[in-house]
């Protein structure tokens, strides 16, 4: 048993009550989002991304949430990357997002699909230079040698692209998981937690429903 397991301190949030909640989750993801960004950008958009391979091997690994409205919550990627190949073979993929300083967490489920390259350009065109040159000179999950074939890479894509703007690679964009459901998890005393899950109906409305903690 770890020395530390029960010295997580207590969770103190206020009460969560379905009548406090928006009948729209994305209506009340961004109320909770727009409060996690007070504890920084980088620690607002950090979501886990779970994936399932032909086999049923679960995955995991961070991205960054680059947007979100009633169409889904979007991240990017490198398209021939494990995650991307993954998705290829199960669209069904779960989003988390965890703002533990205010004893929050949001749960997604969803299925994921590119999203247009006319959205993807829109964004890449926004990230600097040298992460453009990164997302050319980096073949996402296959296996390197070492540092320096990475760094080779790289100076050979800033002299590839010196003298203009970098293109959009083709294998690399962005991804929009349509949620299916949202659990909304609220952090309370004696870890009886208050948990609300949104599940959308045949008509595209919302369920609601507390879960036991």
């Given at each position: 048993?770890?020395?530390?397991a029960?010295?997580?301190?207590?969770y103190?949030?206020k009460?969560l009550?379905?009548?406090?909640?928006k009948?729209?989750p994305?209506e009340?993801?961004?109320i909770?989002?727009?409060?996690a960004s007070?504890?920084?950008?980088?620690?607002?958009t950090?979501?886990?991304?779970s994936t399932?391979s032909?086999d049923?091997?679960?995955?995991l690994?961070?991205v960054?949430l680059?947007?979100f409205d009633?169409?889904?919550?979007?991240?990017?990627?490198?398209?021939?990357?494990?995650?991307?190949k993954?998705?290829e073979g199960?669209?069904r993929v779960?989003l988390l997002?965890r703002w533990?300083p205010?004893y929050?967490?949001?749960i997604?489920?969803?299925?994921a699909?590119k999203?247009?390259?006319?959205?993807?350009?829109?964004y890449?065109l926004?990230?600097p230079?040298?992460t453009?040159l990164?997302?050319?000179?980096s073949?996402?999950?296959?296996?390197?040698?070492?540092?320096?074939?990475?760094?080779?890479?790289?100076?050979e894509?800033e002299?590839?692209?010196?003298?203009g703007?970098v293109?959009l690679?083709?294998?690399?964009g962005?991804y929009?998981?349509n949620?299916?459901s949202l659990?909304?998890?609220?952090g309370r005393p004696n870890?009886?937690?208050?948990r609300f899950?949104?599940?959308r109906?045949?008509?595209d409305?919302w369920?609601i429903e507390?879960l036991?903690?």
């Amino acid at each position: 048993m770890l020395e530390d397991a029960n010295k997580v301190p207590e969770y103190t949030n206020k009460g969560l009550r379905k009548k406090d909640l928006k009948k729209d989750p994305i209506e009340q993801f961004k109320i909770w989002y727009e409060k996690a960004s007070e504890l920084g950008p980088l620690e607002a958009t950090t979501m886990a991304l779970s994936t399932v391979s032909g086999d049923g091997q679960a995955s995991l690994r961070s991205v960054l949430l680059k947007d979100f409205d009633a169409r889904g919550f979007v991240f990017f990627t490198n398209y021939e990357s494990n995650k991307a190949k993954e998705i290829e073979g199960n669209h069904r993929v779960a989003l988390l997002l965890r703002w533990l300083p205010h004893y929050r967490q949001v749960i997604i489920l969803g299925s994921a699909s590119k999203i247009s390259p006319e959205e993807s350009r829109d964004y890449f065109l926004t990230r600097p230079r040298e992460t453009q040159l990164g997302a050319w000179a980096s073949r996402q999950s296959s296996v390197v040698s070492s540092r320096d074939v990475l760094d080779e890479k790289l100076m050979e894509m800033e002299s590839r692209f010196s003298d203009g703007d970098v293109p959009l690679p083709p294998f690399w964009g962005g991804y929009r998981v349509n949620p299916q459901s949202l659990e909304f998890w609220n952090g309370r005393p004696n870890r009886l937690h208050d948990r609300f899950i949104y599940t959308r109906l045949q008509d595209d409305s919302w369920g609601i429903e507390r879960l036991s903690p």
